[in-house]
């Protein structure tokens, strides 16, 4: 026990004892204010249009507390020989559908994720005839019970007629079963052929042709979200062959990104704000590859990390129970605060133990969930560095910058916001390297 030398009575020094315990011991994130993470956002810095080429977005980087600038096109020039990147190559959905009622009014509904029945997002695109998702709905009063809405689609050598009717109402969303004749076709290629880009609610202006493509990392490969990973989208053909020159190794997972990562804050404090549970896929190569080898990691979007991040608590479970299955690996919002031990549990070891549990259950790939929240008061476990572009006030990413790089967050945004940086998912990003 450490010893306190004061003045004045034994009750003062026993109450000067307990306060500083008390302020050695990290907050519970549950109890942090939402409003202790604000800050001014401008709307004009607000970027509603990428820039022409995708690399020539500004980089801020963060490193021991210090701030410099450069671009995206040479974010290689500042990651050191021994890094390993990891995207999110999830694919955004054209997950806004446009319903005309036989009165003339316009129904959107937006779908969200495939009902709990499906297995996963990537499943569900390939159904044929009907399926069944949570949607958001854009005139739910207007839609009478019982209504069927239909819409026409004209593709290249047939006409389709898509159905859609409510199923149920959830407490924050819709059941919508979807149906479409001929019913060969696979609901991804519906969503191709009538869906609408999901943009952010804080782009402020109707999707356009060229969102199909600049709304989308050029490595997108699995459908599933409703959100692009926006970190990603400054990546080019360019940029990857300067990695591989460094000997920096990129590698790939998927989190379907769902609306839920643009849902405010609205409780006092984070005990009462529910986090969006989104799926998780990564394959057995991958966990292999962390479990061998002590690359430095940088997680090219919050999502990556979040992932990250939950597979190493998703090896501690595993660790904890070996015969777990694989309905109870999902990580919840506060599991990993009060929930598990990890007993100081290394990164390979976590990993290892997930890949002999994968392999043990003839497991190619790992289909989970994670509704983790990560806030100050998180040890990172996994993640090195990040690179992210820069957040909205009050969200639940922030918080996770903040996790990252602790009170220098407001350095990181008051810089940006002095020296002309873009915002939010169009805007420009930052690479935070949060070494000790």
Not at 59 to 69: N, P
Not at 89 to 115: D, M, Q, W, Y
Not at 294 to 299: E, G, K, T, Y
Request: proline share 5%.
């Amino acid at each position: 026990m450490e010893r306190i030398k004061i003045g004045g009575s034994p009750q003062q020094a026993l109450n000067l004892y307990f306060t500083k315990q008390q302020l050695a011991v990290p907050m519970h994130p549950s109890l942090l204010s939402i409003h202790d993470f604000s800050y001014s956002l401008p709307e004009s810095r607000i970027a509603a249009y990428p820039l022409p080429e995708r690399d020539a977005s500004r980089l801020l980087i963060y490193k021991r507390g210090s701030i410099t600038e450069d671009i995206y096109r040479n974010v290689a020039d500042h990651l050191s020989p021994d890094a390993r990147l990891v995207f999110n190559n999830t694919r955004v959905l054209a997950a806004r559908i446009h319903f005309k009622k036989p009165s003339g009014g316009t129904i959107e509904v937006f779908c969200l994720e495939p009902s709990d029945d499906q297995k996963d997002p990537a499943s569900a695109m390939v159904k044929q005839f009907s399926t069944t998702w949570k949607c958001l709905i854009g005139g739910a009063s207007k839609w009478k019970h019982g209504m069927v809405l239909e819409k026409e689609i004209h593709t290249s050598g047939a006409s389709i007629m898509l159905e859609a009717s409510i199923v149920e109402r959830l407490p924050d969303s819709f059941l919508v079963e979807f149906k479409w004749n001929p019913g060969q076709f696979s609901f991804a290629e519906i969503l191709r052929e009538t869906g609408l880009v999901p943009l952010p609610p804080y782009i402020k202006r109707a999707a356009d042709e060229m969102d199909k493509v600049r709304y989308q990392t050029i490595y997108a490969d699995e459908y599933g979200s409703v959100a692009a990973p926006t970190a990603g989208l400054h990546f080019t053909p360019a940029v990857f062959e300067a990695l591989k020159e460094k000997n920096i190794a990129a590698d790939f997972l998927t989190l379907h990104v769902g609306a839920g990562t643009f849902k405010p804050v609205k409780s006092p404090t984070m005990e009462g704000h529910d986090m969006h549970t989104e799926f998780m896929e990564v394959e057995l190569d991958l966990v292999e590859r962390i479990a061998s080898d002590d690359r430095s990691i940088f997680c090219v979007g919050s999502t990556s990390l979040r992932s990250l991040e939950s597979l190493y608590w998703t090896g501690v479970k595993i660790i904890h129970n070996p015969m777990i299955d694989s309905a109870q690996i999902t990580i919840g919002q506060w599991e990993v605060y009060d929930g598990i031990d990890p007993e100081n549990i290394s990164v390979q070891q976590a990993f290892r133990a997930l890949a002999e549990w994968m392999k043990k259950f003839g497991m190619s790939e790992l289909i989970s969930r994670t509704s983790i929240l990560i806030a100050p008061g998180y040890k990172m476990r996994v993640a090195r560095g990040l690179i992210t572009n820069f957040h909205q006030p009050q969200s639940t990413l922030l918080l996770l910058v903040a996790a990252c790089i602790g009170e220098d967050w407001r350095k990181v945004y008051d810089y940006a916001l002095a020296n002309g940086f873009r915002f939010l998912s169009y805007g420009d990003g930052c690479l935070l390297d949060f070494e000790r």
